[in-house]
Protein backbone atom coordinates (compact mmCIF):
# COMPACT_ATOMS: atom_id res chain seq x y z
CA UNK A 1 0.00 0.00 0.00
CA UNK A 2 1.32 3.45 -0.61
CA UNK A 3 0.22 6.22 1.48
CA UNK A 4 1.10 9.83 0.27
CA UNK A 5 0.88 12.94 2.46
CA UNK A 6 -0.17 16.45 0.81
CA UNK A 7 -0.45 20.20 2.27
CA UNK A 8 1.17 23.51 2.77
CA UNK A 9 4.90 23.58 3.97
CA UNK A 10 5.37 23.69 7.16
CA UNK A 11 1.86 21.93 8.34
CA UNK A 12 4.46 18.69 9.15
CA UNK A 13 4.18 16.39 6.45
CA UNK A 14 7.54 14.86 7.00
CA UNK A 15 7.73 14.63 10.79
CA UNK A 16 4.34 12.87 10.45
CA UNK A 17 5.12 10.67 7.78
CA UNK A 18 8.33 9.74 9.59
CA UNK A 19 6.86 9.28 12.38
CA UNK A 20 3.64 7.34 11.09
CA UNK A 21 6.57 4.71 9.22
CA UNK A 22 7.92 4.08 12.75
CA UNK A 23 4.79 3.42 14.80
CA UNK A 24 3.81 1.03 11.65
CA UNK A 25 6.93 -0.49 10.23
CA UNK A 26 5.96 0.60 7.02
CA UNK A 27 9.06 2.18 4.24
CA UNK A 28 9.33 6.43 4.24
CA UNK A 29 10.37 8.12 1.77
CA UNK A 30 10.87 11.99 1.81
CA UNK A 31 10.49 13.70 -1.67
CA UNK A 32 12.85 16.55 -1.98
CA UNK A 33 11.13 19.13 -4.29
CA UNK A 34 13.88 21.92 -3.32
CA UNK A 35 16.86 19.80 -3.72
CA UNK A 36 15.10 18.50 -7.18
CA UNK A 37 14.64 22.31 -8.32
CA UNK A 38 18.10 23.02 -7.31
CA UNK A 39 19.07 20.05 -9.65
CA UNK A 40 16.89 21.59 -12.50
CA UNK A 41 18.99 25.03 -12.17
CA UNK A 42 16.66 26.93 -10.44
CA UNK A 43 16.85 28.35 -6.53
CA UNK A 44 13.95 27.76 -4.69
CA UNK A 45 14.40 30.49 -2.47
CA UNK A 46 13.85 32.74 -5.57
CA UNK A 47 10.33 34.40 -6.12
CA UNK A 48 10.62 35.90 -9.57
CA UNK A 49 10.78 33.72 -11.56
CA UNK A 50 7.87 33.83 -14.63
CA UNK A 51 5.26 31.87 -15.20
CA UNK A 52 7.11 30.25 -18.15
CA UNK A 53 10.49 29.43 -16.02
CA UNK A 54 7.85 27.82 -12.94
CA UNK A 55 5.82 25.98 -15.96
CA UNK A 56 9.96 24.43 -16.63
CA UNK A 57 10.30 23.96 -13.19
CA UNK A 58 7.02 22.64 -12.29
CA UNK A 59 7.59 20.04 -15.20
CA UNK A 60 10.65 19.07 -14.37
CA UNK A 61 9.16 18.39 -10.36
CA UNK A 62 6.86 16.54 -12.16
CA UNK A 63 9.37 14.19 -14.03
CA UNK A 64 11.26 13.95 -10.71
CA UNK A 65 8.62 12.76 -8.77
CA UNK A 66 7.63 10.50 -11.56
CA UNK A 67 10.99 8.95 -11.47
CA UNK A 68 11.28 8.87 -7.94
CA UNK A 69 7.65 6.91 -7.24
CA UNK A 70 8.42 4.21 -10.00
CA UNK A 71 11.75 3.50 -8.93
CA UNK A 72 10.49 3.26 -4.94
CA UNK A 73 6.92 1.92 -5.29
CA UNK A 74 6.59 -1.58 -3.84
CA UNK A 75 5.75 -2.51 -0.43
CA UNK A 76 3.74 -0.46 2.26
CA UNK A 77 5.53 3.10 2.05
CA UNK A 78 4.62 6.50 3.31
CA UNK A 79 5.70 9.51 1.20
CA UNK A 80 5.79 12.86 2.64
CA UNK A 81 4.50 14.55 -0.31
CA UNK A 82 2.40 14.09 -3.80
CA UNK A 83 1.74 14.86 -7.47
CA UNK A 84 -1.12 17.10 -5.58
CA UNK A 85 1.41 19.12 -3.49
CA UNK A 86 2.67 20.05 -7.37
CA UNK A 87 -0.75 21.35 -7.98
CA UNK A 88 -1.45 23.58 -5.31
CA UNK A 89 1.78 25.46 -5.96
CA UNK A 90 1.14 26.05 -9.69
CA UNK A 91 -2.24 26.64 -9.00
CA UNK A 92 -0.70 29.80 -6.48
CA UNK A 93 1.58 30.92 -9.08
CA UNK A 94 -1.33 30.80 -11.30
CA UNK A 95 -3.34 33.23 -9.73
CA UNK A 96 -0.54 35.97 -9.23
CA UNK A 97 0.35 36.04 -12.98
CA UNK A 98 -1.82 37.16 -15.70
CA UNK A 99 -2.15 33.47 -18.07
CA UNK A 100 -2.18 33.55 -21.40
CA UNK A 101 -4.32 30.77 -23.66
CA UNK A 102 -0.95 28.76 -23.89
CA UNK A 103 -0.45 29.13 -20.04
CA UNK A 104 -4.05 27.79 -19.43
CA UNK A 105 -4.35 25.38 -21.08
CA UNK A 106 -1.13 24.31 -20.17
CA UNK A 107 -2.63 24.36 -16.64
CA UNK A 108 -5.33 22.12 -17.53
CA UNK A 109 -2.88 19.17 -18.46
CA UNK A 110 -1.00 19.66 -15.35
CA UNK A 111 -2.88 19.62 -13.27
CA UNK A 112 -4.70 16.19 -14.57
CA UNK A 113 -0.96 14.62 -15.33
CA UNK A 114 -0.71 15.63 -11.31
CA UNK A 115 -4.00 13.82 -10.84
CA UNK A 116 -2.90 10.83 -12.99
CA UNK A 117 0.51 10.26 -11.48
CA UNK A 118 -0.79 10.02 -8.28
CA UNK A 119 -4.05 7.67 -9.22
CA UNK A 120 -1.64 5.28 -10.53
CA UNK A 121 0.40 5.23 -7.37
CA UNK A 122 -1.20 5.88 -4.52
CA UNK A 123 -3.62 3.94 -2.37
CA UNK A 124 -4.84 6.53 -0.07
CA UNK A 125 -3.44 10.47 0.63
CA UNK A 126 -4.11 12.46 3.62
CA UNK A 127 -4.24 16.09 3.11
CA UNK A 128 -2.82 17.88 6.76
CA UNK A 129 -3.82 20.89 7.31
CA UNK A 130 -2.40 24.11 9.55
CA UNK A 131 -2.71 23.56 13.05
CA UNK A 132 0.33 23.04 14.47
CA UNK A 133 2.41 26.17 15.57
CA UNK A 134 4.17 28.05 12.77
CA UNK A 135 8.11 28.00 13.61
CA UNK A 136 10.49 30.03 11.74
CA UNK A 137 13.13 28.02 9.70
CA UNK A 138 16.63 30.21 9.71
CA UNK A 139 17.26 27.91 6.05
CA UNK A 140 14.13 29.81 4.41
CA UNK A 141 11.45 32.36 4.52
CA UNK A 142 9.66 33.63 7.35
CA UNK A 143 6.32 31.81 8.28
CA UNK A 144 3.60 33.15 6.34
CA UNK A 145 0.64 32.15 7.72
CA UNK A 146 -2.12 33.61 4.94
CA UNK A 147 -0.27 31.75 2.29
CA UNK A 148 -0.56 28.44 4.31
CA UNK A 149 -4.15 28.76 4.77
CA UNK A 150 -4.68 29.94 0.68
CA UNK A 151 -2.61 26.57 0.04
CA UNK A 152 -4.54 24.61 1.67
CA UNK A 153 -7.92 25.83 0.25
CA UNK A 154 -6.45 25.25 -2.87
CA UNK A 155 -5.61 21.76 -1.63
CA UNK A 156 -9.06 21.20 0.03
CA UNK A 157 -10.33 21.41 -3.84
CA UNK A 158 -7.69 19.70 -4.95
CA UNK A 159 -8.77 16.32 -3.48
CA UNK A 160 -12.38 16.78 -4.05
CA UNK A 161 -11.77 17.26 -7.98
CA UNK A 162 -13.75 14.80 -10.10
CA UNK A 163 -10.61 13.18 -11.35
CA UNK A 164 -9.43 11.88 -8.17
CA UNK A 165 -9.79 8.56 -7.72
CA UNK A 166 -7.42 7.40 -5.09
CA UNK A 167 -9.54 7.48 -1.76
CA UNK A 168 -8.61 10.94 -0.15
CA UNK A 169 -8.89 11.72 3.89
CA UNK A 170 -8.85 15.41 5.30
CA UNK A 171 -6.89 15.25 9.05
CA UNK A 172 -9.17 17.78 10.80
CA UNK A 173 -7.64 21.17 11.89
CA UNK A 174 -8.26 20.13 15.02
CA UNK A 175 -6.21 17.22 15.05
CA UNK A 176 -2.58 18.98 15.85
CA UNK A 177 -0.75 16.39 18.42
CA UNK A 178 1.16 13.99 16.71
CA UNK A 179 0.05 10.74 18.16
CA UNK A 180 -3.88 12.05 16.90
CA UNK A 181 -2.59 12.44 13.54
CA UNK A 182 -0.44 9.40 13.46
CA UNK A 183 -3.80 7.21 14.95
CA UNK A 184 -5.82 8.96 12.33
CA UNK A 185 -3.79 8.30 9.08
CA UNK A 186 -3.44 4.43 10.49
CA UNK A 187 -6.74 3.83 11.91
CA UNK A 188 -8.02 5.18 7.81
CA UNK A 189 -5.38 3.40 5.98
CA UNK A 190 -5.84 0.01 7.45
CA UNK A 191 -1.62 -0.44 7.82
CA UNK A 192 -0.93 -1.71 11.28
Known amino acids: MIIGLLGAHRTGKTTL ?21 RILGFDSSKQDYTFKERRQ ?19 NIIYDRTPLDLIGYTVSLANSNVLDRDDELWLQKYIADCHALTNHY ?27 NHLNYIYLGVVYELNMRTTAYVIPVWITDLDQRINFILKNSGVY
Open 122 to 148: FHKVFLVQPGIPLEHNPKSAAPQPGYV
Open 17 to 37: AKATAEASGIRFMQVQLSEAQ
Open 57 to 75: IQEGLLNYMAELLAASANG
